[in-house]
C-alpha cells in the first residue's frame, strides 16, 4: 500500500469505517465523517477498497479488511491519533 494514498479525506473515511467496528453504508460515511455528498464517500470507500483496506459484506456494506500502518499516526484501541498527539497532552496535564 503506498502511504500517499491515505491522507486527506480518505484517511478520514478509513479512520470512520475502522472506529465503527460494523459494516457501514455509504451514506453512514457521508454523515459520520461529515463528506459532501454520497458519491464523495463512494469515491473514497472505492478506493479504500481498491488499496485493499476495505471489504464489502454481503450486503454491500463495507467493514475493514486490516488496520494500516499509517506514518504520523498509531492506533489505539479503534481509533487512529496523531503520534504527537500524547506528548504535548501529558507535559499539559504536569
Not at 494514498?5 to 465503527?20: M, P, S, W
Not at 479488511?65 to 496523531?82: C, D, E, I, M
Amino acid at each position: 500500500m503506498a502511504d500517499e494514498e491515505l491522507d486527506g479525506n480518505t484517511l478520514i473515511v478509513y479512520a470512520y469505517v475502522a472506529r465503527e467496528g460494523k459494516p457501514v453504508g455509504t451514506r453512514d460515511v457521508t454523515r459520520g465523517a461529515c463528506l459532501s455528498s454520497p458519491s464523495v464517500a463512494h469515491r473514497h470507500l472505492t478506493k479504500l477498497e481498491a488499496i485493499g483496506l476495505l471489504e464489502k459484506n454481503e450486503y454491500g456494506d463495507n467493514m475493514p479488511k486490516q488496520k494500516a500502518n499509517v506514518s504520523g499516526y498509531v492506533w489505539v484501541g479503534r481509533t487512529l491519533v496523531p503520534r504527537y498527539f500524547s506528548t504535548p497532552s501529558f507535559l499539559w496535564a504536569l
